[in-house]
């Protein structure tokens, strides 16, 4: 199992969801029963998993198509701060709100 997309949008990733079930992928759900709640940490966001790993290339083409490619491409990074890991698509630290660090 491997994960494709996470986001705190939850109408973003469901849309991943029905695409990548339309096209025969199957798929694992994160966090989905979360999504009803304000959750500020990224650990809780719902998210898109494949159940195959041999699925994740072509899952991920799918999800590009669908959502801005900066939000798929960009690694989780880590704090220099309080060390807390952060989705790529954040700019400021969860957590502490300390900028990004530029590598
Ligand atoms: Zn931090």
Known sequence: MKEVFRDRDYTLVGLCKS????AGIPIVMRNEN???LEVPIPA???AVCVANNKD????????LSLVA???VNTPDWQCESCE???PGN???CYSCQST????
Do not use: D, G, Q, V
């Not at 695409?19 to 339309?22: G, P, T």
């Not at 994740?56 to 999800?63: D, K, P, V």
């Not at 990004?100 to 590598?103: D, F, I, Q, Y």
């Open 100 to 103: 990004r660090p530029t590598k």
């Open 19 to 22: 695409a990548l079930i339309e």
């Open 69 to 71: 490619p900066a939000k």
């Open 90 to 92: 954040f700019e400021l």
């Open 84 to 86: 807390e890991e952060n």
């Open 56 to 63: 994740y290339e072509r899952a991920r083409e799918i999800i």
């Open 34 to 36: 979360l999504s009803s």
């Open 44 to 46: 809780f966001h719902p």
